[in-house]
């Protein structure tokens, strides 16, 4: 039987989004915003184990959420750490020892799709190692000291999402070797192993809740019941 676990991040600070609610438990519709990705991983049948990264001022709130919601398959719940980078060398230490992928989402993405985690998972059995992007629709300028430096061809630029999956093992290693590196993303740390990473295309729907405005789109998601896949 092949195994996934998911580490589910929820320990950022959320400086900008300037709540004093953390933001995993802001409500989003009817329920906290964190409900959403978890109950679509517990659902999923190629998920075997949820590790869920909290913070302090979150994490009460975060476990009464599991036990409120019957959240199933949260096999542990794990403090954070200053980057996200440590957050997740934390939550690889509790992966299940019989998992052969690691599934990495953001807390903040609430509209993670059943399709898209299928399709990550089973390319990256192939490829082991694949993030889910979209094409980027805007024009992206290069910029420096306030000017326009070149203008970049978006015909090859992809906004990179969450999930992103990748082999236990390669994951690891790219972790152990350059785990106290700055990263943005989590690809990056295999990326500087030399391995190549697959681009799945995403869902412009999978929204990062970064600032308030962000919450305007998902609030619209919510009460038109758009289809997200």
Do not use: C
């Not at 398959?73 to 060398?89: E, F």
């Not at 994951?171 to 152990?176: C, E, L, R, S, T």
Request: net charge positive; no cysteine.
């Amino acid at each position: 039987m092949m195994f996934t676990t998911a580490i589910l991040l929820a320990a950022g600070k959320g400086m900008r989004f300037r709540s004093r609610t953390p933001k995993p438990l802001v409500k989003l519709g009817s329920r906290p915003l964190i409900v959403y990705p978890l109950e679509v991983l517990s659902r999923h049948p190629d998920i075997r184990d949820i590790i869920v990264v909290v913070n302090t001022e979150s994490e009460k709130g975060i476990t009464s959420i599991l036990k409120s919601y019957n959240i199933k398959k949260v096999s542990r719940i794990v403090k954070g750490g200053a980057r996200r980078q440590d957050s997740l060398g934390n939550a690889l230490k509790f992966a299940d020892s019989r998992s052969k992928l690691i599934l990495i989402h953001d807390a903040a993405r609430p509209f993670i799709s059943r399709k898209i985690i299928s399709e990550t998972i089973k390319a990256a059995l192939k490829s082991r190692a694949v993030v889910s992007a979209v094409p980027v629709k805007a024009t992206i300028k290069e910029g420096s000291r306030g000017k326009v430096k070149k203008t970049l061809n978006r015909n090859i630029l992809w906004e990179i999402q969450t999930p992103q999956v990748f082999d236990k093992d390669l994951f690891i290693k790219a972790y152990k070797r350059f785990g106290k590196n700055n990263v943005t993303d989590d690809a990056s740390l295999v990326e500087k192993l030399g391995e190549k990473v697959r681009l799945i295309t995403g869902s412009y729907f999978n929204i990062k809740i970064t600032t308030p405005e962000d919450m305007v789109f998902a609030q619209a998601i919510i009460r038109k019941k758009w289809n997200i896949g």
